[in-house]
């Protein structure tokens, strides 16, 4: 599988649900796959917190592939020798499109200048894009979490927009525990004196990291795990070196949650985490409508919906509750729910690609749950 | 209900699971009540991590009583006109009893020179004092949480002492996910500058707070509630004059772990923060056994488990098993567990008193069940 990648520049202004604008924005994105000749092959991919465009296959020396590699490629259930697939990096994040470390109109960084986005501004920019591709209409939106919310935000927002709408592991609304897991973050970056109250050299964070957005980041990993995945990953198991009764000897599950933590500021912008964590909080399906239903009344796509047993940050009961709210309003024929049975957590929609592969194929097929 | 406080002082060693000693330590204790002729009326109340000796009543001029004053005093479930309540601050807090602020021999404080405590050491140091008041035997030992694991505790170790153990909310051994919520305030006080590796002083803390432990107590208490209770307390409500598209604008639920994050420093010492939680993380009831059989076998006193349904720090499985081990190697007779149903989440025991203090009253009456 062949990764083209490319960044778009728009010169024209994006005007954003705050009363905001970008005057001018970029869209990095990435293909995989060849677009057929009457279009109707095309997959859009919508990343996580943490994704970007780089959904799949190695770049050149690379050890790690993209994030949903072992969903994406030639032969796996999104078929790159069948469909083309169009995943963007998320306007606000820090992997090429537009975010609050890219230069403003005097040459400066934006930081806090940079408007608070909602999942519409993202979903809008990424359609500009698509469309500048010479795209109007796509046969499936797929993507997990943060990305489930783009997937249904284009489901209520452009309902002739694409075919099927296959979001996973989401919500409609985010919910307080999820918000309560976010402002840890928060608070560990603001309180970090490295981060300069958003002022720091993004150089600097890049070589030291960001011990504020390590700690915030371990929590984060707590929502993505569930008793059960760390039960079976760690137990009580001891770090062998370290003693029980040393006060800073560690238990496997405090190596796992540094290695994890400590790494990831090296590859992330604490403000654009500030502001994506900002974006996943305030998303609300039903903002400017008096309730869910009139928002979901307004879906024509196929949407079918996954959740996973297991998810502590997105219960399955969110997504049941879009199901039977379809349901409720007669667009139940448009809709399927199914809950994946993993104890993994959260990140299930990531990791157990094998209990869920066969049902992406299905439903691109058309033959999902007959 | 009078409120009778002391500290009384140990000047022979305590020797420590770790091989380690205190060459000499201090309990502080409150008792409530009035010891009877045969001092056949005593019930030791065992506190949790915040927690200290003060269980019950007001401190003059005190706006708010002591942690379990909704289940302690007069008339109370446990009635302070019936029985004499006796609780102590554990050693290694920061409430009276011995801790790593603490002289030690050298006039300076031990701070990281202290010993790494085990439950075992709190509950051996807990006992010497209820017998150097004369008592060689008790009628019921009562705690949750990290109170449960020292009630526990007492049930293995030291099976004639108690006639009855009231472990809630509590584990026979603490499992990866409270570990993980643990690391977070671990690395959130370490890196905070204004922990100075250690060497603060207590009175700056005391002043300014500590950040980084504000921002560690904001995600245990994520651990503290549950998604219902969320749900319920604020759902998505918005700070009023917070602004939706201000990045630090804030929902309810953020205000709710600022004000409890960022308060709780001020009254609690961040090093003693760090050894109780370590002595959390390492408690495990079958150790130098085989196996939590073995340590369960050693029971003779009658055990009232009692856990909470939505309780995600300590799962309600976790008591379970104890129970079911109980019943496997035949001292089910001795052993009762009942599930309260609560959608609280783990504070339930401190909260809920009222779901729960008719079967505490049952208990110590000896007609629970029956």
């Known amino acids: 599988m062949k990764i083209f990648t490319s960044v778009k520049r728009f010169n024209e202004p994006l005007h954003l649900e705050s009363g905001r604008m970008l005057s001018s924005y970029e869209v990095a994105y990435e293909t995989y796959g060849e677009l057929n000749n009457d279009k109707s092959n095309v997959i859009v991919v919508t990343h996580a917190l943490s994704g970007s465009c780089h959904a799949a296959g190695y770049y050149d020396g690379d050890r790690k592939p993209g994030y949903w590699d072992n969903l994406i490629g030639d032969g796996k259930p999104i078929d790159t ?61 797929i993507g997990g979490s943060m990305g489930g919310m783009q997937a249904l935000c284009y489901a209520i927002e452009y309902p002739d927009f694409a075919n099927m709408i296959i979001p996973l592991a989401t919500t409609a609304y985010t919910r307080p525990w999820a918000i309560a897991f976010n402002k840890v973050v928060i608070e560990a970056i603001r309180n970090d004196p490295d981060f300069k109250d958003g002022y720091y050299n993004p150089k600097d964070i890049a070589k030291n990291g960001l011990k504020g957005l390590a700690v915030g980041r371990m929590a984060g990993h707590i929502s993505y795990l569930s008793k059960d995945s760390m039960q079976s990953k760690f137990g009580r198991s001891y770090v062998e070196q370290d003693g029980l009764y040393e006060l800073f000897g560690r238990f496997q599950v ?32 039903a903002r400017g409508k008096d309730k869910l239903e ?55 929609f990531l990791v157990e690609v094998d209990k869920f592969g066969d049902k992406i194929v299905a439903m691109l097929e058309g033959n999902y749950g007959k």
Chains 1, 2 share one sequence.
């Open 254 to 285: 405090e190596r796992y949650l540094e290695y994890n933590g400590y790494n990831f500021p090296h590859n992330f912008d604490p403000l654009s985490y500030l502001y994506i964590v900002k974006t996943i909080n305030i998303f609300n399906a």
């Open 81 to 141: 020798q069948k469909y083309f697939v169009i995943a963007t990096s998320n306007i606000g994040s820090c992997f090429g499109s537009t975010g609050p470390m890219s230069l403003a109109e005097d040459g400066k960084p934006y930081r806090f200048r940079f408007p608070v986005l909602t999942i519409s501004d993202i979903v809008k920019a990424q359609k500009n894009l698509i469309n500048s591709l010479g795209i109007k209409k796509v046969k499936a939106i």
């Open 294 to 348: 009139d928002a979901l009344g307004h879906i024509k796509s196929k949407l079918h919906l996954l959740s996973f047993s297991g998810d502590i940050l997105f219960y399955p009961c969110e997504m049941q509750e879009i199901k039977d709210l379809m349901d409720k309003i007669g667009n139940g024929d448009l809709c399927s729910y199914e809950m994946i049975d993993s104890s993994y957590g959260h990140d299930a």
